[in-house]
């Protein structure tokens, strides 16, 4: 199992490491939903290290990726960033991502899980372009700043970047602790903060001096199991559960991030995609459940006695006080306030279907 | 070292004879194992109906954590008479006192037979040689 540079600092501060995607990270370091709570109220810091790094340049480097994932990254502004789906022929995911336009290249945060497997596709895809891509995981530390007091406990240790005028979805760089860091604000928990990535040696101290500058704001360190329930709060799509090769973006509701404009050219998964996009089966929502069991993946949903969908991410979630899930509905039952029951081994919970996000600071 | 008056099952229940009948609850281990050691992380506890007729190892109930639901399975067969429906509303119990309190369900058994399953000594043994 891989480690972060980090992995000391986890186990000191408590943390109970699992694998996760061939990495040993902490997930939890106490109980997950008051980490979940920490987040909302004050400010949480995630180590990101396992997330898969890549660097993409040469004169095709965004051409390249035009043809690999959803979004138009032509189209993307330097110093923005779009989330994108990389799709097989038939339009089901093999990964999503975050895409970050810079002045020559183009930059990419994948899954932990799904790197290798990304790289490879990535690699057998590249033909006749002109383009290099570079794996940056293993030489680079990723640290998530989020929350709320997030900008006030980044500042203290930022010089050279205006961090209060950096937007939603926006990076660029700047010196966080005396080190050349690539800043950006974005995040996969709902609220507002900050990813920031610089040379992986330098994490334990970069971690302290966060730790420390963030105390007084009541920062604490947040584990996978946190990140899980934020993210669902906040309707984002967790590769493995919303989508994976059985379930495509357009169904998975991440149209936003999908370019059928023809100036984006031909791209992987395009016509099975339009044609999903004409005749879509099914639809991802949330559900709410009043009752005391929590939804997981794979649970399915009843109207009556017919099936109409199943469940691919549930927790208990503090900020709405009720468990949720994020769940595909065959469109008919697919509407909002629709009451259906969830079965537990032929034992039935009242749910009502919602759109999603559940919470959002960052989407309202 | 655990309590020596019962005897425990490799999937972390434990079993206890209390006269004609026996009292089935889990393992501080498993407790441990679903919460991470936060016992706010339990989250419910489903426990069967009384005069279910249960075999041996059959499934009788499901403990949630906000990460994993555990099955909950009988050491040995026969009738449950009660069930501990206190853990429902106070899940710590599981924590603080899984051995006497954290009682999960009583049953009038098909046999007083305990072969097969494990004392504290081997449990213990089993527990360190599998993790």
Redesign the interface.
Known sequence: MKQTTLHETHERAGG?LIEFGGWHMP??Y?????EVRCVRERAGLFDLGHMGRVHFSGPDAVAFLDRLVTNYVARIPVGAIRYAVLCREDGNALDDLLVYREEDGVYAVINASNTQADLEWMRSHVGDLDVVIEDRTEGTAMLALQGPASETVLSKLTSDCDLAGLGYYRWTRGTVCGLDTHISRTGYTGEDGFELTFPCEEAPRVWAELMEAGASQGLQPIGL?AR??LRLEAGMALYGHELDPDHNPVEAGVGFAISFKEEKGDWIGRAALAAVKAAPTKRLMGITTPG???P?QGGKLFRGDAEVGYVCSG??SPTTGTNIASVYLQLDAAEAGAALELD?RG?RQPCTVQALPFFSRTRK | MRPDDRKYAPTHEWVKIDGDTMVIGITDFAVQELSNGNDSDLVYCDLPEVGRILDKGETFGEIESVKAVSDLNTPVAGEIIEINSSIEEHLEILSTDPWNNGWMIRIKPTSKSLDGLMSAEDYEKHLAAAH
């Open positions: 109970k997930v939890q106490g109980p997950i939903l008051d199991g899980d329930v005391p069991r929590v997981r927790a208990p537990f034992k």
